[in-house]
């Protein structure tokens, strides 16, 4: 009965990762531990009878404790899956502002990326298996997508700062290879518009 009223999974990966379900008015009814790292938060973490606010607040203080988030750059990864586009985007927002005032409230920065989910059990099944939230597996399979040499097992052993760092990388790269073409492009349309000044003076001679 309680899955049938879940409507929202919730991922919030650091290095420990975590997965909250939530009923349709946000309300927290579980909260689960992906890994190792997770299941250690969370037996210090005294969540029971909180709110969502509370909850998050409560599982970013004890990081913080146990030295998971500190002072220096942090990588959080928030994923969203919810069938509906416009509550996980809602929820998304919500999430994430409550992040960020804990954050800016202890002086730590972070590197904040976000996932909505589409619904498909079969990877949250593939992702669990592997300790990893649906958002960390999906941040991974657009690596791959691009760069298919790196491989599913190398890329599940990194940590998401790690993975962040590798899709920026690649993501520069890109970028860099877009403007070379760019500007091959402009050298084309200069070399056209020399050849039509060149054939104007051979009829203005004529």
């Known amino acids: ?9 919730a991922s919030l990966d650091i290095n420990p990762s975590f997965q909250l379900t939530m009923n ?7 909260l689960e ?7 250690e938060i969370l037996e210090a973490a005294n969540v029971k009878g909180r709110n969502l606010k509370e909850m998050l607040t409560v599982i970013l203080d004890t990081m913080v404790d146990k030295g998971y988030l500190s002072n220096e750059d942090n990588a959080i990864l928030v994923s969203i899956d919810n069938k509906s586009s ?4 809602s929820l998304l927002t919500e ?5 960020k005032e804990y954050l800016s409230s202890r002086k730590i920065t972070s590197h904040i990326k976000e996932r909505i989910i589409v619904d498909d059990a079969r990877e949250k099944e593939k992702a669990k298996d592997y300790g990893m ?3 960390k597996l999906e941040l991974i399979y657009e690596i791959l997508e691009d760069n298919p040499e790196l491989g599913f097992d190398y890329l599940s052993k990194l940590s998401l ?3 962040i760092a590798l899709e920026e990388k690649y993501d520069d790269m890109d970028d860099y290879e877009d403007e070379d073409h760019k500007d091959e492009h402009e050298d084309d349309d200069r070399d056209i518009d ?3 000044d060149y054939e104007d003076d051979d009829d203005i001679d004529d």
Do not use: C
Request: net charge positive; charged share 25%; proline share 2%.
């Open 95 to 99: 999430v994430n502002a409550i992040i």
């Open 133 to 135: 939230s649906a958002g």
């Open 24 to 30: 349709r008015m946000s309300s927290v009814i579980t």
């Open 86 to 89: 416009k509550k996980a985007e």
């Open 161 to 163: 700062k790690e993975l």
């Open 194 to 196: 020399h050849k039509g």
């Open 1 to 9: 009965p309680t899955v049938a009223r879940s409507i929202s999974l």
């Open 33 to 39: 531990a992906l890994n190792d790292d997770g299941e």
